[in-house]
């Protein structure tokens, strides 16, 4: 099964890294592919640019096999949308290929304000990370989306090309990346949240410091 975990990546931290792990070893696939957004839709331009996200990405999964790094999106002009990411990977990879894709719950929350949401699941699983804090609504399009569709069996997913949204509870280290954005414009220290060489190419580079106070 080809998994794929998309986000802006502003910057990359121990949160999506520990998860992407978990999911590595619970749904027993080789690696986990992040594909960092070029110009992530519903939300501001983030703080980094494109190429510093990917080379502090880089800098994050140096040494680690199963984490790589996709960057089809950056790679692309305009908005980066899911749907259009998993038709290309689909067309690669071929109609019976089990391809997924990785969300949290606080992104998913949204899921019906996507460019084609309603298409997506015919083209990929959905693995839903539930963040405690993100409930999806009751009653709402997606809490309805994932009713119809849930399993919490990986087997599910690698029996079928597409279509099963997986409900995951792996044990997650409450880290944002507008966490870290604020410390680092704050001038506090960001050490254990990112990797260490991430927080070196930060520093050399001198990113996040916009409006950061004297
Ligand atoms: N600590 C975490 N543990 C597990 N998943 C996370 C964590 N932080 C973010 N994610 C998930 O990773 C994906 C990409 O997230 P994103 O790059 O927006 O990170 P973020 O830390 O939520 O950033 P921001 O604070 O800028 O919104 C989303 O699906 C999000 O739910
Ligand atoms: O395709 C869309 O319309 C769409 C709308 C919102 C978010 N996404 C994707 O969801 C992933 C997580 O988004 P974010 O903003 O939490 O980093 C990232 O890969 C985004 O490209 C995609």
């Given at each position: ?132 804090g ?10 309805a989306m ?11 997913l690698?029996r ?55």
């Amino acid at each position: 099964m080809h998994v794929i975990y998309g986000g802006t990546f502003d910057p990359i931290h121990h949160g999506h890294l520990r998860v992407a792990v978990e999911l590595r070893e619970r749904l027993s696939v080789d690696s986990v592919h992040l594909v960092p957004s070029h110009i992530p839709p519903h939300r501001g331009t983030p703080g980094g640019n494109s190429q510093d996200r990917l080379e502090l990405l880089q800098l994050a999964v140096a040494g680690e096999p199963g984490l790589r790094i996709d960057t089809r999106e950056l790679d692309r002009e305009g908005q980066s949308y899911t749907a259009d990411t998993l038709r290309q990977l689909r067309g690669e990879l071929g109609a019976d290929a089990p391809l997924a894709m990785v969300v949290g719950t606080d992104s998913f929350a949204g899921f019906d304000k996507w460019r084609e949401w309603k298409t997506i699941p015919e083209l990929a699983h959905i693995i839903l990370v539930r963040r405690p804090g993100s409930e999806l609504e009751e009653g709402s399009a997606p809490a309805a989306m994932l009713a119809e569709r849930v399993t919490r069996s990986p087997a599910d997913l690698h029996r079928q090309p597409c279509g099963r949204i997986l409900e995951m509870d792996p044990p997650l280290l409450d880290i944002s990346a507008t966490g870290i954005r604020q410390r680092l414009e704050d001038g506090r220290s960001v050490r254990f949240l990112i990797p260490d060489p991430v927080l070196e190419q930060i520093r050399r580079r001198g990113l996040y410091r916009e409006g950061r106070k004297a």
